[in-house]
């Protein structure tokens, strides 16, 4: 198959918006002979005039032809195994052109076939991440049509969808981050071929979907996301305790929590919320809930250690049995958060906070989430930012 090839006249993409690490990475591996290009999310966000989260690269170099070339080179992952080439905190991520029967039902088990680009483009998951580009003669190279797609806002599967989402069911929860993020349609037979293939999500790695969703909350589009998690019962299937919730009233407080903390997340490369944080953004308006029924409605004020167990309870329930366990240090640090908002912000509006609170562990995770809970409740504002004074004021006095 040709690729179509797209110059420099078709397309906006300059080297000055590349990672200048990247373009390193690239220019070695083609001064010792090999086919090296940007590819996947890299060069479809550059298109899309987004700024890019990662430069990943595809080549003709195996894994320990890369690493016999750059010192900081350290190879990863058996499944898939990969060249991480280190440039002292940042990292890029080098792959070789693998093959794959992308018309094979199976699920993907080992993935370590060398091929060629065509061979590499038709094993991935969607059009408009299967483009190649060369800085060295600035040219998009398109075996799937995924340019025109993007033109389109359309989102494609590579190769036929029933089959492609059977090799790797993580595929279905990625289409559905993508329609998030930017909005796009789903080509009609993906769309109908993911309501048949969805219990298949079952048979995906719970710490590949766990990414995937962490991903989401930390992109900026975490609550387009989690409504169409609920719409095609993705949700019921991977948090079932989570979607209980979801499906009661109070699920536009769970929508408005995660879109606050989407305001909160800075767009491209960086973030501004921890994973604990973004977790807490979830459980909170859920245990907001809960100390409504089991103690407000009854004119009762829980005391601290009631608010902490039910904080330990929840998160037990709804983070650890699942499909996806989330890591015990984030459970930790969104069980720390929930109870300690009752402390910055107390239900006994005669209870005096006690200061020493800012010298607790985890203070100030509890004190960027009481930040987003005043995007939605102006009035804690005002605790916001006694609190903010006071940790800043302390800080200062520790530093000097």
């Known amino acids: 198959m040709q690729p179509k090839i797209y110059t420099s006249a078709d397309h906006h993409i300059r080297n000055n918006l590349v990672d200048k690490n990247a373009l390193t990475v690239l220019r070695v591996l083609h001064e010792a002979g090999h086919i090296a290009y940007l590819v996947g999310g890299g060069v479809r966000d550059l298109l899309l005039r987004k700024e890019p989260k990662d430069f990943d690269i595809s080549t003709s170099a195996r894994p320990e032809e890369v690493k016999k070339l750059f010192r900081s080179c350290i190879l990863i992952g058996r499944r898939f195994r990969l060249a991480h080439v280190r440039f002292g905190r940042e990292v890029v991520e080098v792959a070789t052109f693998r093959a794959g029967d992308p018309t094979e039902g199976e699920l993907i088990v080992q993935d370590n076939v060398w091929g060629t680009p065509e061979e590499d483009v038709m094993r991935r998951d969607f059009t408009i991440n299967g483009l190649f580009y060369d800085p060295l003669d600035h040219k998009i190279i398109d075996y799937v049509g995924g340019f025109e797609d993007l033109q389109k ?4 599967v590579i190769g036929t969808p029933e089959v492609r989402f059977k090799q790797d ?5 990625r289409m559905l981050k993508f329609r998030a993020r930017f909005g796009f349609h789903v080509e009609e037979q993906a769309h109908e071929v993911l309501q048949t293939c969805k219990k298949e999500i079952k048979n995906s790695s719970p710490a590949r979907v766990l990414e995937e969703v962490f991903r989401m909350l930390e992109s900026g589009a975490s609550e387009p996301f989690f409504r169409l998690l609920q719409e095609t019962d993705f949700l019921s299937l991977l948090f079932p305790g989570i979607a209980n919730y979801f499906a009661q009233e109070m699920s536009e407080s769970i929508y408005a929590h995660l879109k606050a903390a989407d305001s909160m997340n800075t767009k491209g490369r960086y973030r501004t919320l921890e994973r604990s944080v973004l977790a807490a953004a979830l459980l909170f308006p859920i245990y ?11 004119e009762k004020i829980p005391h601290l250690g009631d608010l902490m167990d039910l904080a330990h309870t929840l998160v037990h329930d709804l983070f650890f049995d699942a499909f996806s366990h989330f890591p015990r240090k984030i459970r930790l640090d969104a069980h720390s ?8 912000s107390p239900l006994d509006q005669k209870r005096r906070p006690r200061t020493k609170l800012i010298h607790q562990k985890g203070f100030r ?12 409740h102006p009035k804690l504002f005002k605790n ?6 006071i940790y800043q004021k302390e800080h200062a006095e520790t530093s000097t």
Request: charge should be positive.
């Open 365 to 376: 995770r509890a004190l960027v989430f009481l930040k987003l809970r005043a995007l939605l």
């Open 337 to 344: 958060i929930l109870h300690m908002q009752y402390r910055l």
């Open 169 to 173: 069911p993580v595929r279905m929860i």
């Open 384 to 389: 916001y930012e006694h609190w903010k004074r």
């Open 153 to 156: 806002h359309l989102l494609r």
């Open 288 to 298: 907001e809930h809960e100390i409504k029924l089991r103690y407000l409605a009854q």
